[in-house]
């Protein structure tokens, strides 16, 4: 039988293979597959990044950051692809600094809103026409996968050996709390860490969904298939926040809802894609339409919250 030389699978039996796959994610060992998704989420918001700031003609100086910083993450996740070293160290780096910037992205973003005339008074109106409030933490998803990829084992690893128990008694503060990071690092590089994902997938459907429905609220929503990614953000955010407690959720629910918002963010991309092409000058205009037209990419970003609750579902849970 014919298999891949770094992770063992097969090229004959795809269902073979899916279920390796599945365990490779259940124990933690999947560092290139996530480093690649990373690379690839990462090439879309800085896509996004780059236009929705060229429209605001660069004002700022700071808003070069994010465009530098999505190219900087996309080359590390394709090197912590190759490279476990890079995975480990700059992968990891660039992704906190990414985190970092996100959230002063954030606040320029929330003052920018408070800037305009009316300022909060005027809230749903400020947000619709100003800067989008929370596309600084949604281009911050592609560094959380960054940083979290950066702690996982590579595919072609070995499970590791059992931890030891950080319950030491008479230890200090500051000691438990270095072994306490310790055993989440654990976790991760185990695959045990269902409810931080399923936390993660849920504030990204909610943010995701909020962006979409200011966006589609623009065009006063003149399509009726507008309104899935409005009804399905909050199913999907209801879905992950209730995987938290219940495990059973986390795998039934959780990833029915998710592989529902990749299929809606398919169908959504295909539909800005094609409202770019019906602008006047279609494809021979193909930049200038791009940069007036529909987002091309946030549908795909909102089917990254559906990326992110399929790979929860398929986690392990913490040990008590």
Request: hydrophobic share 45%; glycine share 8%; with cysteine.
């Given at each position: 039988?014919e298999?891949?030389?770094?992770t063992g699978?097969?090229?004959?039996?795809p269902?073979?293979?899916?279920?390796i796959?599945?365990n490779?994610?259940?124990?933690?060992r999947?560092?290139?597959s996530?480093?690649?998704?990373?690379?690839f989420?990462s090439?879309m918001?800085g896509?996004?990044?780059?236009?929705?700031?060229?429209?605001?003609s660069y004002?700022r100086r700071?808003?070069?950051?994010?465009?530098?910083l999505?190219?900087?993450?996309?080359?590390?996740?394709?090197?912590?692809?190759?490279?476990?070293?890079?995975a480990?160290?700059?992968l990891?780096?660039?992704?906190?600094?990414?985190?970092?910037d996100?959230?002063?992205?954030f606040?320029?973003h929330?003052?920018?809103?408070?800037r305009?005339?009316?300022?909060?008074?005027?809230?749903?109106?400020?947000?619709?026409?100003?800067?989008?409030?929370f596309?600084?933490?949604?281009?911050?998803?592609?560094?959380?996968?960054g940083?979290?990829?950066?702690?996982?084992?590579?595919?072609?690893?070995t499970?590791?050996?059992?931890r030891r128990?950080?319950?030491?008694?008479?230890?200090?503060?500051?000691?438990?709390?270095?072994?306490?990071?310790?055993s989440?690092?654990?976790?991760i590089?185990?695959?045990?860490f269902q409810?931080?994902?399923?936390i993660?997938?849920?504030?990204?459907?909610?943010m995701?969904?909020?962006?979409?429905?200011?966006?589609h609220y623009?065009n006063?929503?003149k399509?009726?298939?507008?309104?899935?990614?409005?009804?399905?953000?909050?199913m999907?955010?209801?879905?992950?926040?209730?995987?938290?407690?219940?495990?059973k959720a986390?795998?039934?629910?959780?990833?029915?809802i998710s592989?529902?918002?990749?299929?809606d963010?398919?169908?959504g991309?295909?539909?800005h894609?094609?409202?770019?092409l019906?602008?006047p000058?279609?494809h021979?205009h193909?930049?200038?339409?791009?940069?007036?037209?529909?987002?091309?990419?946030?549908p795909l970003?909102f089917?990254?919250?559906?990326a992110?609750g399929?790979?929860a579902s398929?986690l392990?849970r913490?040990?008590?």
């Amino acid at each position: 039988m014919e298999t891949t030389p770094q992770t063992g699978l097969s090229l004959e039996h795809p269902i073979h293979d899916l279920e390796i796959v599945r365990n490779h994610i259940r124990e933690g060992r999947f560092q290139r597959s996530l480093s690649l998704l990373t690379a690839f989420a990462s090439l879309m918001s800085g896509i996004e990044v780059s236009y929705e700031h060229y429209r605001g003609s660069y004002g700022r100086r700071v808003m070069y950051t994010p465009v530098i910083l999505s190219a900087v993450l996309f080359f590390a996740g394709i090197g912590g692809f190759f490279s476990k070293r890079i995975a480990r160290t700059i992968l990891r780096f660039v992704s906190v600094v990414t985190l970092v910037d996100s959230l002063i992205g954030f606040y320029f973003h929330v003052r920018g809103i408070k800037r305009k005339p009316g300022g909060w008074r005027l809230p749903m109106v400020n947000m619709i026409m100003g800067p989008p409030v929370f596309a600084p933490l949604l281009f911050g998803t592609s560094a959380y996968l960054g940083l979290i990829a950066s702690y996982l084992r590579r595919e072609d690893k070995t499970p590791s050996l059992p931890r030891r128990s950080p319950n030491v008694p008479g230890k200090s503060l500051s000691r438990t709390a270095e072994r306490d990071l310790l055993s989440s690092e654990q976790d991760i590089r185990e695959g045990r860490f269902q409810r931080q994902m399923a936390i993660a997938t849920g504030i990204s459907a909610l943010m995701s969904g909020f962006e979409a429905f200011y966006s589609h609220y623009k065009n006063n929503f003149k399509y009726k298939a507008q309104w899935t990614p409005v009804i399905l953000a909050p199913m999907l955010a209801a879905a992950s926040f209730a995987s938290v407690k219940n495990r059973k959720a986390a795998i039934t629910v959780l990833p029915a809802i998710s592989v529902l918002a990749c299929a809606d963010a398919a169908a959504g991309f295909y539909y800005h894609a094609r409202g770019v092409l019906r602008r006047p000058g279609g494809h021979k205009h193909i930049f200038y339409n791009i940069l007036y037209g529909p987002p091309i990419f946030a549908p795909l970003l909102f089917g990254a919250a559906g990326a992110l609750g399929i790979l929860a579902s398929l986690l392990g849970r913490r040990r008590r």
